[in-house]
């Protein structure tokens, strides 16, 4: 009996990793993002873009150096993070090499209080001027890099874009080749799962969860 409960166990655990392996990138609204903006450049013959993780990770620093403030996303206040904050905290922070860094060609950043998914955020938050679409379809482009990331783990919710016209396989390179994964927030390329609307710390739920329903069916066989 105690046999066939210990082959159930292990047989349930393989399920599990493989399913928690296989959810990747699917569960990542910055990745999302990317995929319907390639959609819609290729439906208008334009190139897809490489998803840069280099890159994406340095959209979300760049959203982080806004702290929150929609207001100086847009309007007349709007403001934007000087060139210099790209080698002296956005490369560091991601563990990118600074001599990797290559031009910014093109960037699209929106702040809305409320949470959408990816595919309302692009036609509804990034695009939403005729100049937005130039951005968008520019032949300089070679890559993109997008993230997503509320405040404090909550709203205002801010989407940056980020294009470049470097290299696919020599710009925004980590050293060591992994680039770091920095939290709240999500951004595309990193094949990191990362959960939509309200959690956006690491997600170590599924484990949490399957760790106690272990433990309960311990418990409950008196293993
Ligand atoms: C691309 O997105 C824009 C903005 O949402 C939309 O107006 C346009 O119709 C889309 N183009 C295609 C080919 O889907
Ligand atoms: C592409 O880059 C070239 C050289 O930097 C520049 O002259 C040109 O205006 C750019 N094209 C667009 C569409 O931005
Ligand atoms: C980088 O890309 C270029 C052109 O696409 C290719 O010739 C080269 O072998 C690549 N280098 C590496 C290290 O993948």
Known sequence: ???????????????????????????????????????????????????????????????????????????????????????????????????????????????????????EAFSNILIESSKSLDILYNKNHTEVGAAVSGSDGGSPYFWCVLFSGGKTNSSFVAEGGVVKITRPGCFSGADDECSGAYDWSRSSSVWACFTTALIAMG?????
């Open 1 to 119: 009996m105690a046999m066939v409960i210990w082959v159930l166990l292990v047989y349930l655990l393989v399920v599990s990793v493989s399913a928690a392996t296989q959810m990747k990138v699917t569960n990542n609204p910055a990745d999302e993002l990317v995929a319907v903006l390639n959609a819609n450049r290729t439906a208008h013959k334009s190139s897809s873009l490489y998803d840069n993780p280099g890159l994406a990770c340095i959209a979300l620093q760049y959203i982080k150096a806004y702290k929150g403030d929609c207001g100086a996303v847009g309007g007349p206040d709007a403001k934007k993070p000087a060139d210099s904050e790209f080698v002296e905290a956005f490369a560091p922070n991601c563990g990118i090499q600074v001599s990797t860094l290559s031009p910014i060609t093109g960037r699209l950043l929106g702040c809305e209080t409320k949470y959408v998914h990816a595919a």
């Open 219 to 223: 418990f409950a066989f008196g293993l």
